[in-house]
């Protein structure tokens, strides 16, 4: 019967119908609803994390111009709708910060080679925004304080537009420093004061800033900019167009000042990213201010704007075009170790490379042989030391979010326990690991994190046969195997298949009465019914556990099936919903974590990870580590990463 009040935001976390009940609400309503709470991690700028039981009731609408703010959002992707999926991804995006529809493939391609920045609103879209206003405005002739104040409206109204969330509060901070500092009539040296008092005004207004990599990647990506872009440009204008020499400096310097945080975040080093973003950056303007027309078009008359939005979003295309591309290269993004002392060193070379840069970039000869020296790297990347490592029994890749397990089977080939989702990083793990074919693939289930690479799969390698418990085996998602004669075999519990050095024991694979989630998600069900497997291979043996939850858990202990192995793959990505005693039955020395960087999903749950510990198992999670190899070397086990 307490009430609290606070100004401090809470996480709900909701999925499936929870969500849909909640995301029918415009931003700004207040709702009442029956809520479970739990404490945040102390790091989180968050009160509490929020789990619903019950529907949100609404209390009170959103105030006007949020309402206002809201149709503009819907109408603008109601106008785009018609789009293909990608363009109609990226663009609300790209304009307006709606990420809500961008597909996991398409995100990690922009990760790969750079281009993340584009998938959210950044300071650059403020800036684009500005010009554009301003240019229309001085063309009418509006001078002085009118325009100052036509500027300010702009920013109220970008900031509006996207929802007033810190990241957009932050954007408008720096898009304002970039449009000062960059103007012709900006003194040298500007730009930066401008940049500080502009840090230590966010970090007053929202001390948690100081704790948010998007906000330092903003920071350091314009402070490089206002360093570096203009001396470059100099240099690089002495034998190219300026126009040019601008299209790679600013690019340039923004990743070059930003690389030590990307790789402590990604783990990886671009090596496509200043190629896509220089490709990439004069479609950005256009497609930033189409967008918005098409917005503001589509409030007016929703026919009107359907016919605007089935044009402007083929100004995305090449954006989508130049990051599946660049994305593909074989040497796209090399591995860099996310720990404090490689981190530093790769800080340190930056300095040393932006100090060299000016002279570099005034010498045409010195420049052109640097950037084939570039294009070679993507397209023939240098080998990891030490990866792979001599004699591995089985790799986990890293495909972020979902599952992919690669067991040895022969010099050249693996069986595959789950594929991961599409576009992920499957096939660049294959390829380092030599593998030229894979006479079996296994798949837990269908979901897409599992199983959603396998077109991508079946194009690029010769697979011998695909194995999926009995209520899969008809399932239309394996239709792209069946078109290319590939077998697809249902197993059930207790059958066992050779393939070289590696034995398959099918331990678990059919859901029992009541197996679902006590939520009753469909999902949950389906998770349940995950096939379970132990692979021995090279002395090592694994058990893939799928996406089983409490219930199916329960089930496979009840079966009486042998679950010990030296590995676990850690079940549901180490979501919390785990049961201590199947856990324990496993008897693993190592627990194996498939799971994605930031993800959404708060994967694995700190409840898992503690359970893992007390049962004295070595935690190895693809997210920190990348792609992970184990072997057994001298009777013992030892973990291998590609990072």
Known sequence: GQTYRTRVPVLLFASGDDLD?????????????????????RTDAVAAVLDPLSEPLLVAEASGWRAAVESVRRSFR???????????????????????????????????????????????????LLAFLLGIARWFGLRGRALNGLALVGVVAFVALCQAEPSVLRAAAMGLVGLAALSHSAQPGTGL??????????CWVDPWLSHSFGFALSVVACGGILWWARPWTEALAQWLPRWVAEAVAVPLSAQLATQPIVAGLAGTVSVSGLAANVLAGPWVGPATVAGLVTALVAVVSATVGGWVGSVTPWLVEP???????????????????????????LGLVCLVVAGLM???????????????????????????????????????????QGDAVAVRVSQEQVLLIDIGPPAAGLPACLRSLGVEQVPLVILSHLHADHAGGLAELVAAWPVGSIAVSAADADDPALDVARQRGIEITAVQPGSTITLGEAVVEVVAGTATPGAAASDGEESSAENDASLVTRVTSGGVSVLATGDLE????????????????????????GSARQDPEFLAATGAQIALISVGLDNSYGHPA????????????????????????IRRANGVLTITSQR
């Open 21 to 41: 009940a909640w995301a029918r609400w415009t931003p700004g309503s207040r709702v009442s609803a029956t809520i479970r709470w739990e404490t945040p991690e």
């Open 78 to 128: 109601q106008a785009v709708s018609q789009a293909r999926p990608e363009q109609a991804a990226l663009l609300p995006a790209l304009v307006i910060g709606d990420t809500s529809t961008m597909p996991a493939g398409l995100t990690d391609d922009f990760k790969t080679c750079g281009l993340t920045h584009l998938t959210a609103v950044s300071g650059a879209n403020l800036t684009i």
């Open 193 to 202: 004061r401008h940049l500080t008092v502009a840090i230590i005004g966010l």
């Open 319 to 345: 954006i989508l075009r130049i990051a599946h591309g660049a994305a593909a290269l074989p040497g796209s993004a090399q591995a860099w170790p996310a720990e404090p002392f490689s981190l530093v060193a």
């Open 358 to 400: 000016p002279s570099v970039l005034s010498r045409w000869s010195v420049t052109l042989a640097l950037a084939v020296v570039l294009v070679v790297a993507v397209l023939r990347p240098p080998p990891s030391p030490g990866w792979p490592p001599d004699s591995w029994a089985l790799v986990a890749c890293d495909v972020g």
């Open 550 to 573: 409490v219930a199916g858990q329960i089930a496979a202990q009840s079966s009486q099936a042998d679950l010990t192995a030296d590995v676990l793959k850690v079940p549901h990505h």
């Open 606 to 629: 700190e409840s898992a990870l503690r359970r893992l510990t007390s049962l004295g198992m070595t935690i190895a999670r693809t997210d920190e580590h990348g792609a992970i190899a």
